[in-house]
């Protein structure tokens, strides 16, 4: 039987219900689709009890306009979660997360400073400190996250390990539609065309790979690859397009042995990410 509550006490009873169970997290921003449910199955594998997060936190959104716009079905999420085996669902309001009084941030140094983090000022902020605040509510042994999001994964990672959470973080692959585009919750905003046209991330990524595999070390050359395959693209803006280091996110000059291939388009108006992991 799922259980889905909204304040912390009442939360922190049924997880503490039965103490010998395992734990497994799953945080996320609801509007759930089969890339969260990757996670939420791969939890359901790996632990005795799995609870899920469903919280858009407005600390990572710099955008206020974004954070209206982010789409929203708490009906269907729910359903989607019982039918996938969870047991226990946290559905806070963010008063009940921030509330007036509040004054703690949790700020990742260095790997907030690219990509993501430049061009979106206290994204990873947000991110680190409602993901320390999940930590300590549910106090999983696992907690799940998507590679689709490569730098947050790598944020979450340094925190863990920096501030001694007892807990084992589990990357989970990106779940593409079948013509390649990366499963987001923020596809739902995107027109029919548009929705076409954000095939161009995911045809720019391989495009890129695909040079880098058959001997194509310049990553001027490779961003120019892919930059050239958005360009071409109507609707489309770019925001950033990198070949950097995994686990910095400094910008490379030459592909020695592994790259990240990332970009953020914004497509008539949505911001999409998604990356290609070459190791
Ligand atoms: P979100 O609700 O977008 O904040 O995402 C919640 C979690 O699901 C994060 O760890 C994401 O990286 C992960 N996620 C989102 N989309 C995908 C996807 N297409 N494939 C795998 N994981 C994903």
């Known amino acids: 039987m799922m259980e889905v509550f909204q304040t912390v006490d009442d939360l922190r009873q049924a997880r503490w219900e039965n103490p010998t169970k395992i734990w497994g997290l799953v945080p996320t921003m609801g509007f759930l689709h089969a890339g969260h449910l990757r996670l939420v199955e791969q939890a359901c594998e790996q632990n ?7 919280f858009v936190n407005p600390a990572q959104f710099n955008n206020p ?3 209206e716009k982010y789409p929203r079905n708490l009906e269907q999420d729910l359903d989607m979660l019982k039918q996938a085996g969870v047991d226990l669902v946290w559905t806070p309001t963010p008063q009940m997360v921030y509330p007036a009084s509040y004054q703690t941030y949790v700020d990742v140094e260095q790997i907030t400073q690219k990509l993501e983090g430049a061009t979106r000022p206290g994204h990873f902020r947000g991110v680190a400190t409602v993901v320390s605040k999940l930590f300590n509510v549910f106090q999983p042994t696992r907690a799940y996250f998507g590679q689709k999001d490569a730098q947050q994964l790598a944020v979450i990672k340094q925190m863990v390990e920096d501030l001694n959470f007892n807990l084992e973080i589990v990357a989970c692959p990106t779940v593409r539609e079948s013509d390649g585009l990366a499963m987001s ?18 045809k720019a ?7 880098l595999l058959s ?5 001027e050359m490779l961003r120019h690859i ?3 395959i958005i360009e071409s693209t109507a609707m489309t803006q770019i925001d950033y397009v990198s070949v950097a280091h995994p686990q910095t996110f400094s910008e490379l000059e030459k592909v020695e ?8 388009i914004f497509v008539d108006g949505v911001r999409l990410i998604d990356n290609i992991l070459i190791d």
């Not at 005795?48 to 469903?54: A, E, K, L, N």
């Not at 919750?185 to 995911?202: D, F, G, K």
């Not at 001997?215 to 990553?219: D, E, H, N, V």
């Not at 042995?257 to 953020?264: C, D, I, P, R, V």
Request: aromatic share 2%; charged share 15%; proline share 2%.
């Open 48 to 54: 005795d009890r799995v609870g899920v997060s469903i």
């Open 65 to 67: 306009n974004d954070l």
């Open 185 to 202: 919750s923020r596809n739902a905003n995107l027109s029919p065309t548009a929705r076409q046209n954000a095939i161009c991330l995911y």
């Open 226 to 228: 892919m930059t050239e």
């Open 215 to 219: 001997g194509q070390q310049s990553a």
């Open 257 to 264: 042995s592994q790259a990240l291939l990332s970009m953020a």
């Open 205 to 211: 990524l391989t495009a890129a790979k695909d040079a």
